[in-house]
């Protein structure tokens, strides 16, 4: 669990809260207030979620799209300050032992549904991912079946 606080910004355009990045972990479960920030990227464009009061956000982590082999797609998402009210959100990250080994699940996989992604263990995939930083690009790519 975490907390973030986005204090204001007289010039919100000229930073951002958390740049575009997926979660790597296999859920992530989001509280936020009501001041609007969460934005997702969905064709190419980065859309706004605004606050519903009383609920929770439930973002697809690079986990889930790896055991799905694809079928869920980790959400790729951003933060923006606001320039006259702070903003607050407390995500809950649900995360694989280190150890455990992380594949496409059995029954997903067969001759017409090969293996998008090659078994590794939760610890390499955290450790590629924090070497890379918060980036656009999905670190998934580097673990991709040959």
Known sequence: MAMNYYPPCPQPELTYGLPGHTDP???????????????????????????????????VGDQMQVISNDKYKSAHHRA?????????????????????????????????HPAVYRSFTYAEFYEKFWD????????????KAA
């Open 132 to 143: 890379r930083g918060l980036e656009t690009e999905c670190c998934l790519d580097m673990f």
């Open 25 to 59: 972990n296999l859920i992530t479960i989001l509280l936020q207030d009501e001041v609007p920030g969460l934005q997702v990227l969905r064709n190419g464009k980065w859309i706004g979620v605004n606050p519903i009061p009383n609920n929770f956000i439930v973002n």
């Open 80 to 112: 923006l300050v606001n320039s006259e009210r702070e903003r607050i959100s407390i995500p809950t990250f649900y995360c694989p032992s280190p150890e455990a080994v992380i594949e496409p699940a059995k029954g997903l996989i067969d001759e017409d």
